[in-house]
DNA sequence: CGTTTTTTTGCATTAATTTGCATTATTTGA
DNA sequence: TCAAATAATGCAAATTAATGCAAAAAAACG
């Protein structure tokens, strides 16, 4: 075994072993952003603080009362190395906005990787925070879960689920204003002088909530402003066919030449390939044909900046947690959601349209 | 990467790390458009400002105890329909809501009542608070205001609207989730067979925001259920035809024997015209043809009990002050949406499909 | 029980933020 | 019109935040 402990994480974060004690300890004066640092390479190595064995280790910490709240934060996620490892990883700003608002509230919390493929709470990756579990007075969750180790968790505690969506009654969420956020795409098409826009995802193995709620707000902006889309003009979303990814690329091309002017993606990664796919056809972007995005994730190489809209990470993960300490203090209620506004960014990938 | 504080924003902004500091931390004579720059350039950059987490609540702030909070409640609507005692009144169970939490926390609230039909804050209705809105620290809104009175009141406090939305940017809104809603309601007609499933609203004057999100909440579900909806069972909503009361009934109508089984409306008091205007034209509710409506509201006489959705006016008045009184402590940050859950009331006009 | 290893904490240092006071417009009011 | 009041901001000092260093305290190990 690899010796994990404070020195390993101080070394790999650049930082020194006091700050890595002071951020476990629930310090005063640590950066939100240092200590979201630490907490999510401590759950990647896996490496717990002194709570396992016999609990309270510090008699004064006892003294000074405190009922002292703690919260479990669990990511269900792939050893986390996928994707940047630069400035502006998700999980890193949820994090930090969590453990800024947990540390004003005197709420601790103790974060946890789980692997997306346990399907059940008798999983070992579920096992191994069942001990910690029994501390915990609420959970927070972040990215999607399977559907049943929520109906399980959820009985035990309450959870609230931060940036994805469950319809699962009694579970609290905290995203993206999806709505607002392709209202504001649109808007944005449409002051560059697009009319005839169409809509653009893929579909995906587990149904992505996502994918349907952003397809609702582009036909409810759609309607408000009084433009007709044509079923043809909508890729990859119920009713029309279930295209493969060089297939969906091939038909909105056509569409393109058809007279689509502008297309608005369900998420990045889908408008990078979409512009990738155009640009091999020899379609412009944005020259031809405009392309927004949702999410706000950086541009692969060789991709243009994509217009789209940034997610407030940061704001999710610190008002999901005032969401989940207002739910332990008070059990009742109604389920909520709460839909945070995110910022459009304009890239080069919008163009005004030629007369 | 590059250090974002304040003397960034300063800098870019050309003016002083004092004026900005004083921007964050809410400091009086400070330039309301000053501070909007600043916060813009803030969310641009991507700075966050950190509530001082370690400070002992020492010094004077200790001494001076309750800083006292007062909020202002104003209500826009006429005072007949104000004072309507016949059945449950909306805004008393939004105003008890108000009033309970703003109780527990300590604060004060003032009700008003304003005149729908002022369209600016130099009108006599608006002038009779002017001396009042000086004391307040934050405005709860119920109802729908005109968007020049938004803008004007926006800029001088924090506001909080109730049951109406906003795109507006900068005032949260706290309102029952439609998409829950219009989701359940769908549900509940699939589980008595429903497959063919149709629209209806009616036009409204000045544009109903719910109507289009409960549209939108519609399609969503429809899409995410894998059924097919024809744009001849959309009645009233953009691009079919807007049609005159009469007119949209008869249309329904008409698609009722052409095969629909169900109309989802998009508010309790449509829905009650249509099966008025279908029972008396011999097509029967639920016999021939099931109707679900959303809000609600008791039955006119004569009327049957509607399915709907029960709108938790009492909650959303708690929760609104609440988010009030988190955006006083901190009246940056992005602007926010909060949408609870509403109850699904059975009612008898939903019956299962005859094969 | 002594070592060794790991974690916590007092103190110091530097960077960032806040605030008291002064300065410059801008209005108000005879 | 000119002093007085008001508003908005800058300057620089005071305060606070964030973190490292190294010593002290706890744990772990034999």
């Known amino acids: 075994m690899p010796e994990v402990n404070q020195q390993l994480i101080a070394e790999r974060l650049q930082i020194s072993v006091a700050t890595v004690s002071r951020c476990f300890t629930n310090h005063p004066g640590i950066n939100p952003l240092t200590r979201a640092r630490v907490f999510q390479l401590a759950a990647e190595l896996g490496y717990t603080h002194q709570e396992m064995r016999t609990g309270r280790a510090s008699k004064k910490a006892t003294a000074t009362s405190k009922p002292k709240v703690t919260f479990g934060v669990l990511i269900c996620s792939e050893e986390e190395e996928y994707y940047r490892k630069d400035y502006q990883n998700p999980s890193e ?34 096992l191994k925070i069942e001990k910690f579990r029994r501390r915990w007075n609420g959970l927070l969750l972040v990215y999607p879960f399977p559907s049943a180790v929520l109906d399980a968790l959820a009985i035990k505690m309450p959870l609230v689920s931060l940036v994805e969506q469950y319809d699962h009654a009694g579970i609290d969420c905290v995203d993206v204003d999806h709505d607002k ?110 392309v927004t995005g949702f999410d706000g994730i950086a541009a692969p190489r060789g991709c243009p900046v994509l217009s789209t809209i940034e997610i407030p990470f940061r704001e999710i993960g610190a008002t999901g947690t005032l969401r989940l300490i207002a739910r332990v203090k008070k059990h009742f209620g109604s389920t909520q959601h709460v839909f945070i506004d995110g910022r459009l960014r304009a890239g080069a990938t919008v163009a005004s349209i030629r007369k």
Chains 1, 2 share one sequence.
């Open 93 to 126: 700003q949820i994090l930090a906005g969590i453990t800024e608002c947990a540390h004003v509230n005197g709420v601790k919390v103790e974060v946890h990787l789980v692997d997306p493929k346990a399907v059940a709470l008798d999983d070992p990756t579920y």
């Open 181 to 290: 956020g392709v209202s504001s795409a649109i808007e944005h098409l449409r002051e560059h002088g697009h009319r005839r826009i169409g809509f653009f995802t893929r579909r995906y193995t587990v149904e992505a909530s996502w994918s349907f709620r952003r397809y609702a707000a582009f036909v409810e902006k759609m309607a408000r402003l009084r433009l007709t889309v044509s079923p043809r003009d909508i890729v990859n979303m119920f009713p029309s066919k279930e295209l493969g990814e060089a297939e969906s690329i091939e038909y909105a091309a056509e569409r393109t030449l058809d007279g689509v002017t502008a297309w608005v993606c369900a998420a990045d990664h889908q408008a990078f390939e979409l512009i990738r796919g155009l640009r091999k056809r020899g379609i412009d972007v944005p020259g031809q044909v405009s």
